[in-house]
């Protein structure tokens, strides 16, 4: 059975703090890291997880995440996959297809407030501003990459996290290794885009921490938001087209046994 809207917002948003909480904090605080210096080494190390360690905690928090609530809610977290999942038809509800966006964008912003404040109590506000793994493109992109390029980059990532997200799902892919093989996708997209954009791919991962960033990063949220939602949609409209497997029937929105509802989810009393 399904379980109610509301718990299934509740899986969504505590899926995308995570995801933007376990993300966006480990290229904050982790990727480099200066530690102090011991007896033989006065100056201090340079160390951290750097990219290899940034790609890993984005898709290690959606293989967690899955596994631990996706089974409530489809394991989405991200607004691009909605809309991918809904433009495949397989979720055709579009009283939920905003509800769950909302839900994102609400655990992203919360996510962002968090480490807004850990990072402001040890470096104050003014050495946040910019440094929150905001997205961005020109002069605000890490390899100093156009606008041009991220769309395409963001479109092309988008598009491919949704072809392995619809495949996976089928009855053809092998059950219960569907989180792995997203979360490892979501990881090498990381890979390949860190350095370009700081990867977006998710609209409610870059809303979660833009306007607490700031330095230009609200002002180019726009572009997080239509790159992937437009990759998505290519994806969902074209993955039956490429493959010849039509999964139009099965939505991807959570699916729970009986006996594992609450007297009270269940709406008895």
Not at 51 to 67: D, I
Not at 86 to 108: E, K, T
Not at 122 to 142: F, I, M, Q, R
Not at 212 to 218: E, H, K, L, R
């Amino acid at each position: 059975m399904q379980p109610p809207l509301s718990k299934r917002l509740g899986a969504e948003l505590l899926g995308s703090f995570w995801l933007v909480f376990g993300g966006c904090g480990t290229a904050v605080f982790g990727e480099r890291f200066f530690a102090a210096g011991d007896v033989t080494d006065t100056q201090g190390a340079e160390v951290g997880v750097g990219h290899l360690g940034v790609a890993l905690a984005f898709g290690l928090t959606v293989v967690a995440m899955a596994y631990a609530v996706g089974h409530v809610s489809g394991a989405h977290f991200n607004p691009a996959v909605t809309v991918g999942l809904w433009a495949a038809r397989r979720f055709d509800n579009l009283r939920d297809v905003g509800a769950y966006i909302v839900a994102q964008v609400v655990g992203g912003l919360l996510a962002g407030a968090v480490l807004w404040g850990l990072a402001r109590s040890a470096k104050g506000s003014a050495a946040v501003v910019g440094n929150l793994d905001a997205n961005g493109y020109g002069e605000h992109s890490p390899g100093g990459f156009s606008l041009g390029a991220v769309l395409l980059v963001e479109i092309l990532l988008t598009a491919f996290f949704l072809f392995v997200i619809l495949g996976v799902t089928t009855s053809h892919s092998p059950s219960g290794f569907e989180p792995l093989a997203i979360g490892l996708t979501y990881a090498v997209i990381h890979l390949v885009s860190l350095s370009i954009s700081n990867t977006g791919v998710n609209p409610a991962r870059s809303t979660g921490v833009a306007f607490f960033n700031g330095d230009g990063a609200p002002g180019q949220l726009w572009l997080f938001w239509v790159a992937p939602l437009v990759g998505a949609v290519i994806a969902g409209w074209s993955f039956e087209a490429i493959t010849g497997v039509d999964r139009s029937s099965a939505d991807i929105t959570g699916r729970i046994q009986s006996v594992e509802v609450s007297p009270d989810a269940a709406g008895r009393p």
